[in-house]
């Protein structure tokens, strides 16, 4: 079946350092990634996506590539703020299948001043 | 865009009554909706698959007499937690996904959550 393996957390860092939060998948065929955060006691907002091999997503710093070779969607942003605390998912799903969500475990960033 | 609500956004019931928790998309429609769980400190767990205008589509080990879904329109979709209990208390979140044909009709848009606490 089609999993999501994230890193643990949480990830503690200092405010304007530099992000990474590991995602991979195992899924058959080419699934569309995604990424969802959640700040705390509210639902998940959509951050990125990619639905094929090498697009880029980005949005409010945050970038991810959908590398097919490593079946890798790795977060990444260049310096984060104390405003970026939060529960970030990585996902996948497929038109074809319904378009269920898949979710990995979720990863708890904690920035600090 | 792609806004989606949810009501109550807490909501506290006494063990055995009946809670019901309302799902809108607010700008686009969606034929279909998503109820999910999360635990704390854990991944959403999907629930159900709710489709409007047909039976809703549970997920394995999940009490389809117990978490009655009903999707009437096009915007709207409810979950209603029926003979609650305490270890029903959780998080529950829903997600909309645009018709077919409408741009981002891949990405599920996710509401706010509605926090039910039984006593």
């Known amino acids: 079946g089609n999993s999501v393996t994230q890193m643990e957390g949480p990830v503690t860092l200092s405010e304007e350092a530099f992000l990474t939060i590991n995602c991979t998948y195992t899924a058959t065929g080419y699934p569309s990634l995604f990424w969802y955060v959640q700040y705390p006691g509210e639902g998940l907002q959509l951050l990125l996506k990619?639905?094929?091999?090498?697009d880029k997503g980005s949005n409010k710093g945050f970038e991810a590539t959908y590398r097919k070779e490593t079946t890798s969607f790795h977060l990444e942003k260049g310096s984060v703020q104390v405003s970026d605390s939060a529960v970030y998912f990585c996902?996948?799903?497929?038109?074809?299948?319904?378009?269920?969500?898949?979710f990995g475990t979720g990863t708890q960033l904690k920035v600090e001043l | 865009g792609a806004v989606v609500s949810q009501h109550p956004s807490r909501v506290i019931c006494k063990s055995g009554t009946s809670v019901k928790i309302e799902c809108r998309s607010l700008?686009?429609?969606?034929?279909?909706m998503f109820w999910y769980r999360q635990f704390p400190k854990k991944s959403l767990m999907l629930m159900a698959t709710s489709n409007e205008g047909s039976k809703a589509t549970y997920e394995q080990g999940v009490e389809k007499d117990k978490f009655l879904i009903n999707h009437a329109s096009l915007t709207l979709s409810t979950l209603t937690v029926t003979s609650a209990h305490p270890e029903d208390s959780s998080f529950y979140i829903c997600s909309a996904l645009p018709l077919a044909g409408g741009q981002g009709q891949d990405t599920q848009y996710f509401g706010p959550g509605t926090r039910l606490t039984v006593l």
């Open positions: 700008d686009f429609q969606a034929t279909t």
């Open positions: 990619a639905t094929k091999a090498d």
């Open positions: 996902a996948l799903s497929f038109t074809g299948g319904g378009n269920k969500l898949t």
